[in-house]
């Protein structure tokens, strides 16, 4: 079950003013390093936005698109960082997406949240906007029944101007070199599994400017089957996806967004992480060709070293969990039921 802790808000402010004031700074200069490909006539205010960067996402781009249009989104801005395998004609194909080229770093731009929060900044503040990457699809209690502008104006009424989330890992049930996504098909139907324990955290801030204790999640497919003997492994698992942008909102780093009580939120939906698809070793050597993941893509160094140990690695065991919609994920913990009621 996840637990849920009540974390103290304490930070000097003076350290997190200066750190916002930086961070702006940089969501400027990124600004210069994108390139408009295709511009939309001005959103309305009551819109809602997916933004992602992309690099190679053409066999996840489709049910991106797809799972986020069925949730009620209205327009995409995509941010290409130089893709090669035809993503780019793939966005430019839909009509209801924006496109931008990304040429500067990567690493550079905040693993690409400040190419984000420009373009952010750039179509309009005062709306919601939901922030993923493309193997990343945001899901909720009855979200089959009720869309993010429901979702939206349920937390504008209690008061809230965000929804943190889970980054929950699927997967199949045969080994991951033969877990293909057929063309056209769906994620969930090509990995369906995940495991049903996560323990909710409270771990100390990885932005030191801040001074700050944020919510992180241990367990999961990764910490089961990447740890080494003497070397346990976690991911970052926190996120919030889904805000209303005004303009003290940033993203300090993927994991993190300020102002900071909008990570601790009561209410949480999960986003159903499809990394572990057939394609995962050839993306884990290109992660570390490029060195543009965090600490030089330590992350993905690790990966390949438990592949090459492991080359027929299957994540499904015994304890796997199907999912059958977001309620499989309310029964297991994992998040909240809400009160559509209210």
Same mark, same amino acid.
């Given at each position: 079950m996840v637990k849920r802790i009540k974390l103290a808000a304490r930070y000097t402010w003076p350290v997190a003013? %200066?750190?916002?004031?930086?961070?702006?700074?940089?969501?400027? $200069?990124?600004?210069?390093?994108? #390139?408009? #490909?295709?511009?939309?006539?001005?959103?309305?205010?009551?819109?809602? =936005?997916?933004?992602?960067?992309? $690099? !190679? +996402?053409?066999?996840?781009?489709? *049910?991106?698109?797809r799972h986020y249009r069925e949730l009620g989104v209205d327009r995409f801005i995509? =941010? !290409?960082?130089? &893709?090669?395998? /035809? &993503?780019?004609?793939?966005?430019?194909?839909?009509? *209801?997406?924006?496109?931008?080229?990304?040429? /500067?770093?990567?690493? /550079?731009?905040?693993?690409?949240? !400040? %190419?984000?929060m420009w373009c952010i900044q750039s179509t309009g503040l005062g709306r919601w906007y939901l922030v993923a990457d493309i193997d990343e699809l945001l899901v909720y209690d009855r979200c089959g029944e009720f869309d993010l502008m429901r979702l939206a104006e349920r937390l504008e009424k @209690? /008061?809230?101007?965000?929804?943190?989330?889970?980054?929950? !890992?699927?997967?199949? *049930?045969?080994?991951?070199?033969t877990t293909h996504l057929a063309a056209g098909g769906r994620l969930i139907d090509t990995c369906p599994l995940f495991d049903g324990f996560y323990r909710r955290d409270e771990t100390a801030l990885r932005d030191p400017c801040a001074r700050r204790k944020c919510v992180d999640y241990l367990g999961g497919p990764r910490a089961r089957v990447f740890s080494l003997p003497g070397r346990p492994f976690y991911g970052l698992l926190a996120k919030t996806p889904l805000m209303r942008w005004g303009s003290e909102t940033l993203y300090p780093n993927a994991h993190l967004a300020y102002p900071y009580e909008q990570n601790f939120l009561a209410d949480r939906g999960c986003l159903l992480h499809f990394k572990f698809l057939s394609d995962f070793h050839d993306r884990a050597v290109a992660a570390v060709s490029h060195g543009e993941h965090w600490l030089g893509s330590k992350?993905?160094?690790?990966?390949?070293?438990?592949? @090459?140990?492991?080359?027929?690695?299957?994540?499904?065991? +015994?304890?796997?969990?199907?999912?059958?919609?977001?309620?499989?994920?309310?029964?297991?913990g994992l998040m909240p039921a809400m009160d559509w009621k209210q």
């Open positions: 003013h %200066w750190h916002r004031r930086a961070k702006r700074l940089a969501i400027r $200069r990124a600004g210069s390093e994108l #390139v408009a #490909v295709r511009r939309l006539p001005p959103a309305s205010a009551h819109a809602i =936005i997916v933004v992602a960067c992309m $690099r !190679d +996402e053409s066999i996840r781009l489709p *049910d991106f698109l995509l =941010i !290409d960082n130089l &893709s090669r395998d /035809g &993503s780019r004609e793939l966005a430019l194909a839909e009509p *209801d997406v924006e496109l931008y080229t990304a040429h /500067g770093s990567y690493a /550079g731009s905040a693993f690409g949240t !400040d %190419w984000v @209690k /008061g809230s101007t965000a929804l943190p989330a889970l980054m929950l !890992d699927m997967y199949g *049930d045969q080994p991951l070199a992350e993905y160094r690790h990966y390949l070293e438990v592949l @090459k140990l492991r080359p027929n690695l299957s994540l499904a065991f +015994e304890g796997s969990l199907r999912y059958r919609g977001p309620e499989s994920l309310v029964a297991a």
